[in-house]
């Protein structure tokens, strides 16, 4: 009856050297997933930090964007942690610099 429940390769008790091979295959498995989560989503997501920090330094008066909530408008004021987004004639309202998705290119808005 405890034969059915136990595994034969277990029951047997193999060789020490099945054992570390066994090991081995883990540790290279492991060493593929951290690889394959690396390249999958630690680097991408990385380089668009590094691309939407670069964006941020580059923002400047005149500047036409859009911000995360998506609202368009001209930037008439630039602070280091706030921006004054014009959306109209006339109208301006005060956002967060980290709120900008994208900066358009020029002429893009010209009711404004």
């Not at 920090?53 to 280091?80: C, F, N, P, Q, Y």
Request: hydrophobic letters at 45%.
């Amino acid at each position: 009856m405890l034969e059915y429940l136990i595994p034969a390769a277990m029951a047997e008790g193999g060789s020490g050297s099945a054992g570390g091979a066994g090991a081995i295959g883990q540790i290279v498995m492991l060493v593929g997933f951290v690889l394959i989560f690396y390249f999958l989503l630690w680097r991408p997501q990385s380089k668009r930090a590094k691309a939407h920090k670069k964006l941020m330094a580059e923002l400047s008066k005149g500047d036409e964007v859009t911000i995360s909530g998506g609202l368009m408008g001209r930037l008439t004021k630039v602070g280091d942690e706030f921006i004054t987004l014009e959306i109209a004639e006339g109208t301006e309202v005060n956002v967060q610099k980290s709120s900008v998705i994208s900066v358009l290119p020029k002429g893009t808005l010209k009711s404004i």
